[in-house]
């Protein structure tokens, strides 16, 4: 595999190994706290959270607009247990794929339904992002939002 991709794979599983250790930290009723109106909930972030890896791997393969939004219909988590197993099965997918790939291939680039170019490398690295970015929103809603402490390290 491509030292790159790999390097960027364990930044995505270090990401997802302390948001599963964040969720260790809840209770199911965490989920249905919302510390702001008319946004995510908990539960409702972590479902987004768990999607991640696989539905920008599918965005990054030239997924339509009506092929996400199916996507996102027919999948749902109804527990902190599914909410892991999906996040991990999520990663365990795009690893894969990843690993598959050839030089040629992470250089190709694919153009999402709304218009961005990336090469294949390129969205893999806006799936680090993606995680991160929501794994620090995670992080600020249980702590500052309602005095949870986690007591994870959120980086090795």
């Known amino acids: 595999m491509n030292i790159y991709c790999k390097s960027t794979l364990h930044q995505i599983k270090v990401a997802v190994t302390t948001i599963v250790q964040m969720i ?13 109106e008319n946004k995510h909930s908990i539960g ?3 479902t987004h959270i768990a999607l991640i890896c696989e539905a920008d791997s599918l965005i990054s393969d030239g997924s339509s607009k009506a092929k ?25 997918i795009l690893e894969e794929k990843y ?31 993606h995680l991160y970015h929501h794994r620090g929103q995670l992080h600020a809603m249980l702590v500052h939002c309602y005095g949870i402490d986690l007591q994870v390290s959120l980086f090795e």
């Open 24 to 36: 260790d930290r809840l209770a199911v009723h965490d989920l249905q706290k919302r510390p702001t």
């Open 68 to 92: 996400m939004d199916e996507y996102y219909t027919n999948v749902s988590y109804n527990s902190l247990d599914e909410l892991k197993d999906g996040l991990i099965k999520n990663y365990k």
């Open 44 to 46: 409702e972030l972590l």
């Open 99 to 129: 690993e598959r790939f050839t030089e040629e291939e992470l250089l190709e680039e694919v153009t999402s339904y709304w218009g961005v170019t990336y090469s294949r490398y390129e969205w893999l690295i806006e799936i680090v992002a």
